[in-house]
């Protein structure tokens, strides 16, 4: 079953603007992970983060997981065309076991 | 970075035929790979824990009769649909984890889409 729920599902913005994404799960997590999906493509891998820290930084995404309210937001600043995609969180339970994915949230970056 | 591969990219057969998709993994030993199931506009959901000389774990509500899973060695994984029908049309993606690059890191395959007329 899906445990993590992204908000919101679809999100179309002007490039340049920054772009915030969240993501709810149910149970307790070894690593929240972040991935794209450009449409009828394979995954890409974004960022990982474990559930002792706190935030996390790569390039233009910033990821912050609160483990007391489950919960991780996504953010993308000074957006690009090329960033619109799918994006997903998934949770890891115990480090390189299934991971559970979310719905998604649809990025629209319009130039 | 580690690198999976899935073949073939792409698949249309009909109806009642059986497709074989292949996951491997390049350049890293994986005795743990997952086939996930991603429909149209939809996430990813995982149907099965694919285990180096072992017998797969189906999730709930898939069928192993039907999604014969085999893991041959360390590199390679593969997923037959068997008597395909047109509401077996999806995206299958598999990843696999690696111990060398510790623990919580996938690797994803570029995943088969398998369309069945």
């Known amino acids: 079953s899906q445990q993590g729920e992204e908000d919101p599902q679809a999100l179309s913005i002007q490039e340049g603007e920054n772009a915030t994404m969240n993501c709810s799960y149910k149970?307790?997590?070894?690593?929240l992970q972040w991935y794209r999906q450009n449409s009828g493509r394979g995954l890409v891998h974004l960022i990982l983060i474990r559930s002792n820290e706190r935030e996390k930084h790569s390039g233009r995404l910033r990821v912050t997981l609160d483990t007391s309210k489950k919960s991780s937001s996504l953010l993308i600043t000074a957006s690009r065309a090329a960033d619109t995609a799918s994006y997903f969180c998934a949770t890891d339970a115990q480090g390189n076991t299934p991971l559970v994915f979310g719905k998604g949230t649809r990025l629209s970056v319009i130039a | 970075g580690a690198v999976v591969s899935q073949h073939p990219s792409r698949v249309i057969c009909k109806s009642g035929t059986s497709v074989k998709i292949e996951c491997r993994s390049l350049d890293f030993q994986a005795t743990t790979m997952f086939w996930y199931r991603q429909f149209p506009k939809k996430s990813l959901m995982l149907m099965a824990t694919?285990?180096?000389?072992?017998?797969?774990?189906?999730e709930q509500g898939v069928e192993k009769d039907k999604f014969l899973i085999n893991h041959a060695s360390l590199t390679l994984s593969t997923l037959t649909v068997t008597s395909a029908h047109p509401e077996d049309s999806s995206f299958y993606i598999c990843s696999a984890g690696s111990r060398r690059q510790g623990s919580g890191t996938q690797y994803f395959g570029p995943g088969t889409r398998l369309t069945v007329l």
């Open positions: 694919s285990n180096e000389g072992s017998k797969a774990t189906y």
């Open positions: 149970t307790s997590i070894n690593n």
